[in-house]
């Protein structure tokens, strides 16, 4: 039995797999503070107790608790940071991936560490970049910043408390744009060597669990301990994507992930970062997704199930609204950081419903922007012919059907649901020379081929989509629409 952590943005989930599938799932949430606005903060002590209370409530939920647990896998979110002291005590809230605080203000803000951003790190220029809050956290907040022994991911300060080491792994190691692409500390960030972590196998055991942690934890000391990889290469072995079948995920963003065995040159539109099985991906991430609905469903007064209801029985094109689904910030493939979220098009007849079918279909064609992307960087590669459907939204009928509509391509799901805690199961498995089965752990189970009528739609209100999306971004942004221009 293998108990996965997956430390994600606003919730932690523990959940229990054999090598036939899921046994038990249980999750604890994540209170997440804006003291300003573009910023997003956390209190790092919520990283360790939401991973203690979600295996507490797990062990109480599930027959025989933990008792059959014989390894730990982890994953979770990426280029999130805290700081904290050599005995693992935070020092100061911690930094979330998508906090766009104005790293170069000019009232007094620091001077921006450079970045590193080129072929080595394959990310592209990005203002809520790892090294530009770290500058801006070493300028404004000093004292923490003195005191700081390590500069750590939630998941890797999860691992710490679990086995006693400070370590990360290769694809989270490669979100930060602070190592290169073999893993080690990039030339522009040796300062920062003494604060950051080892860089260790994703699928390899990471440490045995301490007698603390098992206490808290309720399981029995010893026990292998796997760092696995992040949620998004995790999320690419928990769906099975391939080159030509890409992985799409729905949570709190949305996310793009290619899988490709050659390093593809860089940056463009798409960030390069590494596989959990030592590859590489190609990746689009997002701005709103799952945020935007839930930030829409606040505003109605419905909630996120609701609204997807609602847009269900909304017709292909939303009645005429179009969305810009940027809260924070336009990400990939437009990365122009000052874009904004909108609706155009409203008028008196329409309501939630409308709204939120605009949404999920702005949603899908950035996604769809990110994969013509992603053929730009492989020519020779042949397009996709079907996607994987991973996080939250994947059992979405709205979801399936949009996306399958705009994309013109099938859309699949797998029986959990989780297929980062399902990744995260599998690199374990791997890690203590059991390797298990995808296809045995988490089947598909569903295959949502488009709607002829649907594609036929959705073509005829591209070219009005694109120009909306275009001229919006460029609002926000002025200058050139994104590194290469707006795609469809």
Known sequence: MILTLDLGTTVTKAALWDRDGMVGLAETGIATDHPA?????????????????????????????????????????????G???VDAGPLG???????RRDVDDSGGGPPRWPDGVDGASGLPPDVGSVPAKLAWTAHHRPADWARTAWVLAPRDLV??????????????????GLYDADG??????????????EVVASGGVTGELGRAAADALGLGSGLPVVVGAGDRACEVLGTGATPTGPMVSWGTTANVSVPTEDLPAGPGRLAVTRAADGGWLLEGGLSGAGSLLAWLGAVCGRSPAELAALAAVCPPGARGVTAAPWMDGARAPWWRPHADAAFVGLSGVHGPGELARAVFEAVARDVVRCLVAAGECRPSVPPPVALHLAGAGASSPVWQEVLSGISGLPVDRRRSGQAASAGAALLASGAVGDRWELDRLDPV??????DPVVVEQYDRLRDGADHVAATLVELGSPGPVGPTGPTS
Request: proline content about 10%; aromatic content about 8%; some cysteine.
């Open 159 to 176: 691992v710490w408390r679990l086995t006693g080491r400070p370590v990360t792994d290769p694809t989270l190691a490669s979100c930060t």
């Open 184 to 197: 080690r500390i990039a030339g522009p960030h040796q300062h920062l060597a003494g604060r950051l972590p």
């Open 93 to 99: 809230p911690g930094i979330l991936w998508s906090d």
């Open 445 to 450: 189970v569903e295959r949502s081929a488009p």
């Open 37 to 81: 606005p573009g910023w997003a903060e956390q209190d790092p002590l919520q990283w360790w107790a939401s991973t203690v209370a979600a295996c507490g409530r797990l062990a109480r939920e599930t027959p025989g608790g933990l008792e059959g647990v014989t390894t730990i896998g982890c994953t979770g979110a990426r280029q999130s940071f």
């Open 83 to 85: 700081l904290f002291d």
